[in-house]
């Protein structure tokens, strides 16, 4: 079965910049190391969230906002899809993540298949 890892870390931690360029390295050659899994389907990280667009459509007539569509602690960073045998292994990668010991939490959430 397949699994979305939803990478959500908290908005205001900026953890990630406050390091140092080593300890930068070190984090994403961990996220790196995960991504080649042979249980990986895909992986991919977003850009933050001041880079987001938010489209609501009224009246036939699409309207845009900038920035994300709610004000929330944590911010969906990116995401991993997995193939899994159970909800047990599918959490267990998803617990491999930097951003789970970092504060931030990953919704594990099953892949609907159509």
């Not at 406050?18 to 990986?40: I, N, T």
């Not at 930097?98 to 504060?103: D, L, N, S, V």
């Amino acid at each position: 079965m397949k699994y979305a890892l939803l990478i959500y870390s908290k908005a205001a931690a900026g953890d990630y910049e406050e390091r140092s360029e080593d300890e930068q390295r070190v984090l994403v050659d961990e996220y790196l190391e995960l991504e080649r899994s042979p249980e990986v389907l895909a992986a991919q990280a977003l850009q933050p969230i001041q880079s987001a667009t938010t489209v609501r459509v009224a009246n036939g007539e699409a309207l845009l906002s900038d920035g994300p569509f709610i004000e929330a602690k944590e911010h969906l960073g990116g995401f991993f899809l997995v193939e899994a045998d159970n909800l047990d292994q599918a959490t267990a990668i998803a617990a491999r993540l930097p951003a789970a010991r970092m504060g931030g939490a990953i919704e594990v959430r099953p892949v609907a298949e159509h």
